[in-house]
């Protein structure tokens, strides 16, 4: 089963105000906004709206998904790491009589805060309207399915669905991703030729099929 939506680093760098905060982690985006709407205006929230719109992978470990832990120098026990300072759900460094642990998972084990997937790589397309001419680049998920990129390109052209979508005359799989339709990512020669990725990035035609369906 493939997951619900991909999001590029792009896309989660916008969502970056106390209104609408997105993080990602360990290959996941998720939205903290009901979090930090739940705990306004307490100082715990301050690591976490510092790092609005960001990755924050390097807050956990890995293996176990959990934040990365140290031995407490003064006490010698096992701590949570959490250089930018204490945060939601994080217990204080010693035992205190306001804590209460009794909000169930913290909130980086809740899955009722996760939207999505960090796409691994993205990349960047030209797609071009053979009708109108207009070409339009569009940063996408390697991930992503052709119908997947089509509704990103909706915003452009809501008709978007009543063309065939070709690459070197060769109509493509909706179905399939860039690669699986044998269009290889480029950047990387791209960077090491020094090309212009805008000029010469793989390019997808569009043809008119006489209709006007929207989605």
Not at 73 to 83: F, W
Request: charge should be negative; charged fraction near 25%; aromatic fraction near 12%.
């Amino acid at each position: 089963m493939r997951p619900t939506k991909y999001f590029t680093p792009t896309e989660v760098s916008l969502h970056n105000t106390l209104g609408d905060l997105w993080v990602s982690y360990l290959g996941k985006v998720y939205d903290l906004t009901p979090l930090v709407n739940e705990f306004k205006g307490d100082v715990l929230l301050k690591p976490i709206i510092e790092c609005a719109g960001k990755d924050i992978s390097h807050w956990f470990d890995p293996k176990t998904k959990d934040i990365l832990t140290h031995i407490d120098p003064l006490s010698g026990c096992v701590k949570y790491y959490t250089p930018r300072g204490r945060f939601v759900h994080v217990p204080p460094p010693c035992p205190r009589t306001d804590w209460t642990n009794d909000f169930g998972r913290p909130w980086w084990r809740d899955t009722q805060y996760e939207v999505g997937l960090l796409s691994v790589k993205t990349r960047w397309i030209r797609i071009i309207n053979t009708l109108t001419s207009q070409e339009q680049g569009l940063e996408v998920c390697s991930e992503e399915t052709l119908n997947e990129i089509l509704q990103r390109y909706l915003r452009y052209n809501s008709h978007a669905a009543s063309y065939t979508w070709k690459h070197d005359c060769v109509n493509l799989d909706m179905s399939k991703t860039l690669e699986e339709n044998g269009i290889p990512d480029e950047d990387e020669d791209f960077y090491n030729t020094r090309m212009d990725r805008d000029l010469f990035s793989q390019s997808i035609c569009l043809y008119f099929n006489d209709d006007l369906t929207e989605l």
